[in-house]
């Protein structure tokens, strides 16, 4: 079975650019999360999608990040302007419905400078 | 408060030795914990879910203490394939996992 596939797997940019990730989570997975995980931390939620609806996204900074899941399959994360602290390892996980194990993708390494 | 605390660590312990790792959570309302392994630069990747009446699987033995609101982790018998960081996640519901800052294990030849 296919894992969850990320891509870029690492961006350089400078501050106040944008940048853009993408995710395909495992087939038939309902659920999809996004996490930021910075430097010798774990990973925090930014947004959870329940098919293409929007779950929980409280932690996300909406004045700068942006999320879609068109269709409730493939999803993109957007910043827009970055800012250095956002340098982070940005993960994406899907799960099927209910609670229970999480499968992550490898992760984008974003380095903002 | 963090949702999710656990002691950063690192530990280093020999081949063979025996650790334990510990963790609290805050909400006493979590309804289901786990415990990920990270290795270097890699993503996490589930460990062992937590059961209320302790669980065991090989030389790993995860535990759940409601009324302390703790987990703990014990590795007996370390490798050093074992090496890595162990992150603490609570479930708070609707599949909303909260991640400790992990506790980074070096076993040593």
């Known amino acids: 079975e296919a894992g969850v596939a990320q891509s870029p797997r690492y961006k350089i940019i400078e501050k106040r650019q944008s940048v853009a990730f993408w995710c395909n989570p495992i087939s038939g997975h309902a659920t999809l999360y996004w996490y930021q995980q910075i430097l010798g931390q774990g990973p925090k939620l930014l947004i959870q999608f329940q098919n293409n609806g929007v779950v929980d996204d409280s932690q996300l900074p909406k004045d700068r990040f942006s999320a879609e899941r068109l269709k409730g399959v493939d999803s993109t994360l957007k910043i827009q302007p970055a800012k250095l602290e956002d340098s982070a390892v940005y993960l994406c996980?899907?799960?099927?419905?209910?609670?229970?194990?999480?499968?992550f993708g490898p992760g984008t390494r974003l380095t903002v400078t | 408060r963090k949702e999710v605390e656990q002691d950063p660590g690192p530990f280093n312990v020999p081949e063979g030795a025996t650790v334990a790792f510990n963790c609290t959570y805050s909400?006493?309302?979590?309804?289901?914990f786990f415990w990920y392994r990270q290795d270097c630069r890699k993503e996490p990747k589930l460990l062992m879910s937590?059961?209320?009446s302790g669980n065991e699987d090989g030389r790993f033995t995860a535990q759940l203490n409601r009324a302390s609101q703790y987990i703990s982790l014990l590795i007996r018998d370390s490798k050093l394939s074992d090496s890595a960081t162990y992150l603490c996640v609570v479930n708070k519901g609707a599949n909303n996992l909260f991640f400790g800052t992990g506790t980074r294990l070096t076993v040593i030849p």
């Open positions: 909400n006493s309302a979590s309804q289901s």
């Open positions: 937590v059961y209320s």
């Open positions: 996980a899907s799960s099927p419905s209910g609670p229970g194990e999480q499968y």
